[in-house]
């Protein structure tokens, strides 16, 4: 009876303490004595798995992992900078592309401009500088130019488009270090003397030179470039009369050569990538005969 009292009082104090009877009073299938010599106890749970173990090798308190090892860490740092390496070579690789595609397209638009061009637009004249010096289309050669035709007396369109040309002369100056040679013909030779010209452009960027001469020598340069010539042939400086013309600006290669026309569709900015572009794509005479040479040539055409 004591035995029994004693039994019920053991399990009553460990449930309460929430305590394994079985990690105390078995170890490895051999019974252990509790808190007296009387009292042997089982427990009826399920053996745990921390049970067979010995006590050294029990876990105490929140788990602890181990780091990893250096070379794995190293590898994945790796991983990740020949990711973002091979992006950015991707993306440059991309835009290097693009802008050689841009221009080879230009350089092909060129040469077809100026196949078209040595045809149908420019050739000889003979004209004379506000400095009272001839010019030539011999005087087109080893730079860019660019051509406007128009006069002194026109009232706003002409101001507007020199104030356009000036832009994008300072500009490829300024920004791209490219030297142009700036060109105003005069549609009204009765009016428009070197003197006067002279005057009138001093208003705009003072590389422009302007061009005049006869009545025959001004409507023959106007016929070659295709460019609209209304001026009456026998009117006097003090008369009022009008004066049509078209309104394009003309790029010239180095060559002589006609490259592009830019009407009024282009504004400053747009002008002014046309123009890069095209001064860009540019190739020597020698260059392109050279190329069209080679085995590769399809590349160009």
């Known amino acids: ?32 004595r509790g808190f007296s010599t009387g009292c042997c106890l089982r427990s009826d749970n399920k053996e745990s798995p921390s049970a067979r173990q010995p006590l050294d090798r029990l876990q105490l308190g929140d ?3 181990e780091p990893e090892p250096i070379r794995t860490r190293f590898f994945q740092f790796s991983r990740w900078k020949a990711t973002i390496a091979l992006l950015l070579l991707s993306g440059g690789t991309y835009a290097y592309l693009s802008r050689k595609r841009r221009l080879l397209e230009t350089e092909k638009e060129a040469d077809a401009n100026r196949a078209y061009g040595s045809v149908a637009l420019g050739g000889p004249f003979n004209l004379t500088d506000f400095n009272g010096k001839p010019f030539t289309e011999e005087n087109l050669k080893g730079k860019f130019s660019i051509l406007y035709f128009g006069f002194s ?27 142009i040679q700036p060109l105003f013909i005069s549609c009204d030779p009765a009016r428009d003397t070197p003197d006067v010209l ?41 008369q009022d009369y009008l004066v049509d013309h078209s309104i394009f600006f003309y790029l010239i290669d180095p060559e002589g050569q006609f490259i592009d026309a830019l009407g009024r569709n282009y504004d400053e900015q747009s002008g002014l990538e046309k123009i890069r572009e095209q001064i860009q794509a540019y190739v020597p005479k020698e260059e392109r005969e050279r190329r069209s040479k080679k085995w590769y040539s399809f590349i160009f055409n």
């Open 198 to 238: 002279k005057e009138y452009l001093s208003d705009f960027h003072p590389a422009i030179i302007g061009l005049t001469g006869t009545y025959d020598q001004v409507k023959s340069v106007c016929k070659k470039y295709k460019v609209y010539f209304s001026t009456p042939r026998d009117v006097k400086p003090n």
């Open 1 to 32: 009876m004591l035995n029994s009292s004693r039994k019920y009082a053991c399990r009553s104090l460990f449930r309460q303490a929430n305590v394994s009877i079985k990690g105390l009073f078995y170890n490895g299938g051999a019974y252990r």
């Open 63 to 65: 788990e602890i992992n």
């Open 153 to 179: 007396h026109c009232p706003d369109i002409c101001p507007e488009e020199l104030d356009r040309l000036t832009y994008w002369i300072s500009e490829l100056d300024d920004k791209d270090h490219i030297k």
